[in-house]
């Protein structure tokens, strides 16, 4: 089973504004419910949801370590992801950049995969946060790309909320039968501070497959789920 580890994935994409609210931390650890697991437009187990921990440490400035579990909520399901990266995270002007490695292990299904990856996000803008996240995997000898648009509302010195929206294109990665449009995406993440070292963020997302999603069997074109994580730095 080819999947996208969401954990990582947001944590380089929606969470370098809404940590910026939080303070300096060295390191964090990331427990929450995900009512199913969706990626590149599919839904990835068979029924319920999925539970994730997820530990960063930063090295020194530039790197840092993630660890990230997922498991499967119902037996049925019977799947689990273990993710192992590290990451350079860097910025020039207004250009914030990470480049990561990750292993992948899938140890229920006895598979195992290593991913390059870049994201990236423009700072500096009233308005809007452009983004774009780039993944390789070696074992597809494919690559999925995102391009996205996202903004930050305070709706209080401790809630922010940001919507986005995100355009994906899959070049032999998740289906090697086709190349181009994969999906669409309409989301937001609420950003709820409870103190200095702790806050919870509640996701809600809705992904619109393309038309070739659309014509792979037992896979729905309309794709949504909801998520709940306690975040906790030290």
């Given at each position: 089973m080819k999947t996208v580890c969401y954990g990582i994935f947001l944590a380089f994409y929606i969470l370098p504004i809404a940590h910026a609210h939080s303070g300096e931390s060295v390191s964090e650890i990331d427990i929450g419910y995900d009512s199913h697991y969706i990626s590149e437009g599919r839904n990835n187990l068979t029924d319920g949801g999925i539970v994730w921990t997820t530990l960063s440490h930063a090295l020194r400035d530039e790197?840092?370590?993630?660890?990230?579990?997922?498991?499967?909520?119902?037996?049925?399901?019977?799947y689990d992801?273990?993710?192992?990266?590290?990451?350079?995270q860097q910025e020039f002007a207004n250009l914030a950049y990470t480049l990561s490695y990750t292993r992948l292990a899938f140890f229920k299904d006895g598979q195992f995969d290593n991913e390059l990856a870049l994201s990236t996000h423009v700072n500096g803008l009233s308005?809007?946060?452009?983004?774009?996240?780039?993944?390789y995997s070696t074992q597809a000898n494919g690559y999925f790309a995102e391009f996205g648009l996202q903004i930050e509302f305070a709706i209080t010195p401790e809630i922010y909320?940001?919507?986005?929206?995100?355009?994906?294109?899959?070049?032999?990665y998740a289906d090697r039968a086709n190349d181009g449009h994969n999906h669409?995406?309409?989301?937001?993440?609420?950003?709820?501070?409870?103190?200095?070292?702790?806050?919870?963020q509640l996701i809600a997302e809705h992904a619109i497959g393309g038309s070739f999603i659309a014509r792979q069997a037992n896979?729905?074109?309309?794709?949504?789920w909801l998520g709940v994580h306690i975040i906790s730095r030290f």
């Open positions: 790197f840092m370590f993630i660890a990230a579990y997922g498991l499967a909520t119902h037996d049925n399901a019977d992801e273990l993710n192992l990266t590290l990451a350079y308005v809007v946060t452009p983004t774009l996240d780039l993944v909320f940001i919507p986005y929206v995100k355009v994906a294109f899959d070049y032999g669409s995406t309409l989301g937001g993440a609420m950003d709820i501070s409870l103190g200095k070292t702790q806050s919870m896979t729905e074109r309309q794709q949504s």
